[in-house]
Each structure stands twice: as structure tokens, then as C-alpha cells.
């Protein structure tokens, strides 16, 4: 396969394409230094932040107690003993 020919507009358009690449970035809007400082601290927060709640075992006894409390009163009632027989 042959290699296509270049024109002057195909060198034309790589110069426009050049110049308005350089002026886009010359252009470019940064955001402000308050942005990046809050995103820098959220990231942070993030990052660092506690993995886990701070009592975690005891939700997890609460939570357990609480659904064996409960398939208690589901078995009583089943048997029909329990508080609504």
C-alpha cells in the first residue's frame, strides 16, 4: 500500500490544529485554591477516615440479641405459648 499524498491543506490544517491545541491549554480555567484544598481534605477524610463504627461489636451483639429475641417469640408463638397465643 502507498502512502496517501499530503497536500497543503492537510499541512495547513495540522498548523491550525497545533495553534489551537496550544491555545486551548493557554486558555484552560483552574479551578480556585479554596477547590483544591477541600477536595484535598475530603480525600484525606476519605483515606484516613474510620473504616469502622467505633463500638462495632457491640451493634453486632444488639442486632443478634435482637433477631434471636425475636425468632424466640416466633417460636412461642408457633407452639402457642407466647405473648399473642
Known amino acids: 500500500m ?5 497536500t497543503a491543506q492537510d499541512t495547513e490544517s495540522v498548523g491550525l ?5 496550544r491555545r ?7 479551578p480556585a485554591s479554596a477547590f483544591g484544598a477541600e477536595l484535598r481534605e475530603r480525600l ?7 473504616s ?3 463500638h462495632l ?3 453486632v451483639a444488639a442486632w443478634v440479641s435482637c433477631g434471636l429475641l425475636l425468632l424466640l417469640l416466633a417460636a412461642l408463638g408457633a407452639a402457642g405459648s407466647g405473648p399473642f397465643a
Open 2 to 6: 502507498s502512502e496517501p499524498e499530503h
Open 24 to 30: 486551548l491549554r493557554a486558555e484552560r480555567p483552574a
Open 57 to 59: 461489636w457491640l451493634l
Open 44 to 50: 484525606h477524610v476519605l483515606r484516613w477516615g474510620p
Open 17 to 21: 490544529d497545533e495553534e489551537l491545541a
Open 52 to 54: 469502622r463504627p467505633a
